[in-house]
Nanobody, 124 residues
């Protein structure tokens, strides 16, 4: 089993920054793709960013390109999402996910493991 625990969410004003963390445990992650998704009330879960533990397959959703950055610390089994220039429309629950086959998908149904989510609220 794989456990993913997100942290770092909170309330921030528009234009501000937050850094989310996702601590992974339970199995080796060498081939996994790690992704961040978000879901706002009444909306579908949306792809935000992904990265492999090797650093390959770094990719972002259109709405966050140039503002968010995904990174990983292999020694800590932790993936980060640095969010800058936040906007009210970034308000959502942010989820960390893992795809165990090493396939760089962007759709949530392809990911095998999920964290519980962390709330990010951006005020105007």
């Amino acid at each position: 089993q794989v456990q993913l625990v997100e942290s770092g969410g909170g309330l921030v004003r528009a234009g501000g920054s937050l850094r989310l963390s996702c601590a992974a445990s339970g199995r080796t992650f060498g081939r996994y793709i790690m992704g961040w998704f978000r879901q706002a009330p009444g909306k579908e879960r949306e792809f935000v960013a992904r990265i492999a533990w090797s650093g390959a397959y770094e990719y972002y959703g259109e709405s966050v390109k140039g503002r968010f950055a995904i990174s990983r610390d292999n020694a800590k089994n932790t993936v980060y999402l640095q969010m800058n220039s936040l906007r009210p429309e970034d308000t959502a629950v942010y989820f960390c996910a893992a795809e165990e086959g090493g396939r760089p998908y962007t759709t949530p149904d392809k990911y095998d493991y999920w964290g519980q989510g962390t709330q990010v609220t951006v005020s105007s």
